[in-house]
């Protein structure tokens, strides 16, 4: 995370990662459902 603050100016840029996580988990391990890894980024400016 970043962050910036001055006098009237406040700036925030938050970045996150989630990896491959187990979404279904089923007997057998070739029919797992997994969940796909993904970014998230935030931003706040004021």
């Known amino acids: 995370m970043l962050f ?3 006098h009237r100016f ?3 840029v938050a ?3 989630t990896d491959e ?3 279904i988990l089923r ?3 070739l ?3 997994y ?3 993904r970014d ?4 706040q400016l004021r």
């Open 4 to 6: 910036y603050g001055r």
């Open 35 to 37: 969940r796909v890894p």
């Open 10 to 12: 406040f700036g925030r």
């Open 40 to 43: 998230q980024v935030d931003v």
């Open 21 to 23: 996580a187990i979404k």
């Open 31 to 33: 029919n797992d459902r």
């Open 15 to 17: 970045w996150s990662y």
């Open 27 to 29: 007997s057998e391990i």
